[in-house]
């Protein structure tokens, strides 16, 4: 089955600096990744998503990569606010018809200082 | 916007009883799904429901565990005899036909 490895687990920036959450996985067939938030006392939400036909895709303060050779995707959070602290987790998946099963990286602690 | 909801936030059970965490998908969602996230550990898949059945389960998912969407509305994940290793996170998720999911606030179960 899929595995996905991410990386740092805990990510301390300082207000207005960026910050860069790296995710590799093992199954070639994946072919969706979505990023989730998870703040405090809430369930993750899913903040921005990618699949494999596309190389970077950017949605305002924050933009994911894919290397499909190298099976690695990233975040990149850019300008960061102190209500960006959270848990971040990558996921992989592959998508057949209209259900697919996420795994899920271990998940890293952004905390932005003010 | 529409949240899935869960009940309740927080449930401390003893070990061997059964407890039943209840989920509210969203209304016009057709797929539900179950996962648990142990205390610092990843977030692990359950189960997943369409069409009144179970479409996928993994390893953990075993005979101590079912779910039920028993009036069109709620849907719950039941566990019959608790055990300590039980103690995690439980997330409800939803979903149309489209990529993402919506994921409850989840319930912290302590077994004592």
């Known amino acids: 089955g899929e595995n996905v490895e991410q990386h740092p687990s805990t990510l301390s920036v300082q207000e207005g600096d960026s910050a860069v959450i790296k995710c590799t996985y093992s199954d070639s067939a994946s072919n969706y990744f979505p990023w989730y938030k998870q703040e405090l006392g809430k369930g993750p939400q899913l903040i921005i998503d990618?699949?494999?036909?596309?190389g970077e895709k950017k949605d305002q303060r924050i933009a994911v990569t894919l290397n499909k050779t190298a099976k690695h995707f990233s975040l990149h959070i850019t300008e960061t606010q102190p209500e960006d602290s959270a848990v971040y987790f990558c996921a992989a998946s592959y998508r057949t018809g209209g259900s697919y099963i996420p795994t899920f990286g271990r998940g890293t602690s952004l905390i932005v200082h003010p | 916007e529409p949240e899935v909801t869960q009940t309740p936030s927080h449930q401390v059970t003893q070990m061997g009883q059964e407890v039943i965490l209840r989920c509210v998908p969203i209304s016009n969602h057709l797929y539900f799904y179950w996962y648990r996230q142990i205390l610092g550990q990843k977030v692990e898949f359950l189960v997943s429901?369409?069409?009144?059945?179970?479409?996928?389960k993994s390893e953990i998912f075993d005979d101590q565990f079912s779910v039920e969407r028993p009036d069109g509305s709620n849907f719950t994940l039941k566990i019959r005899s608790t055990k300590l290793e039980d103690s995690a996170m439980y997330f409800c998720?939803?979903?149309?036909?489209?990529?993402?999911?919506?994921f409850g606030s989840g319930t912290r179960l302590t077994v004592v």
């Open positions: 429901f369409y069409n009144n059945e179970i479409s996928e």
């Open positions: 990618i699949r494999s036909n596309v």
């Open positions: 998720a939803s979903k149309e036909d489209s990529y993402g999911y919506t």
